[in-house]
C-alpha cells in the first residue's frame, strides 16, 4: 500500500516546490489565483523567497510529490490555507487529509485560533472536502482574478476541534 507523508519545503528546495506548483496550476488553473504563465515566468529569487515568508507543506506518496499546500500568517488570531492542491492520482488517499492536519498544526503552533480560505465558485470536490473538515462559508465572495468576474467564497474553521 502506498505510503503518504507530509512533510516542510525550505527555501533550498524551491526547484521542487516550482514543479508542484507549475503542475497545479497546469493541472486546475480555474481554482488558483495565479496562472502557470505568470509563475513559470518566475525567477529564483522569487521562488526562494515565497518559501521563505510562506510555511510550505508537500506531500509525497512513495517519495514522489503528490500535493502541496501553504499557511500564510496572516494576523495574531487567523492563518490563512493557501494553495492547496493534490495530484489527480493521489486524490482520495488521505494526502489531502494529511496536508489539512498539517496546515492546522502549524497555525495552532503559532497561536492562531481560526484557519481560513478562499474557494473557486464550481470547484465543488474541494468545497465538499472542507465541509467535511468543519469550514463553513463566511458570506465573503471576491474575483478569482482581477478582471475575471468568477468568484470565490471564504470558508474558516478553528484550528483545533475542542
Do not use: I
Amino acid at each position: 500500500m502506498p505510503q503518504t507523508t507530509v512533510r516542510p519545503l525550505h527555501p533550498d528546495e524551491w526547484r521542487l516546490y516550482r514543479s508542484v506548483r507549475l503542475a497545479a496550476l497546469a493541472d486546475a488553473p480555474e481554482a488558483f489565483g495565479s496562472t502557470w504563465a505568470a509563475e513559470h515566468a518566475f525567477t529564483e529569487r522569487k521562488w526562494r523567497e515565497r518559501l521563505a515568508r510562506r510555511n510550505t507543506f508537500l506531500a509525497e506518496r512513495d517519495d514522489a510529490p503528490c500535493g502541496l499546500t501553504s499557511v500564510l500568517l496572516t494576523d495574531p488570531r487567523a492563518a490563512e490555507l493557501v494553495s492547496f492542491w493534490v495530484a489527480p492520482t493521489a486524490r482520495g488517499s488521505g494526502a489531502a487529509d494529511l496536508l489539512l492536519d498539517a496546515a492546522l498544526g502549524h497555525a495552532a503552533a503559532h497561536a492562531r485560533t481560526e484557519l481560513r480560505l478562499w474557494v473557486a465558485a464550481g470547484n465543488d470536490r474541494a468545497e465538499r472536502f472542507y465541509r467535511r473538515r468543519g469550514f463553513t462559508r463566511t458570506g465573503e465572495s471576491q474575483p478569482v482574478r482581477p478582471d475575471e468576474p468568477r468568484l470565490e467564497y471564504a470558508m474558516t474553521r478553528p484550528t483545533t476541534d475542542g
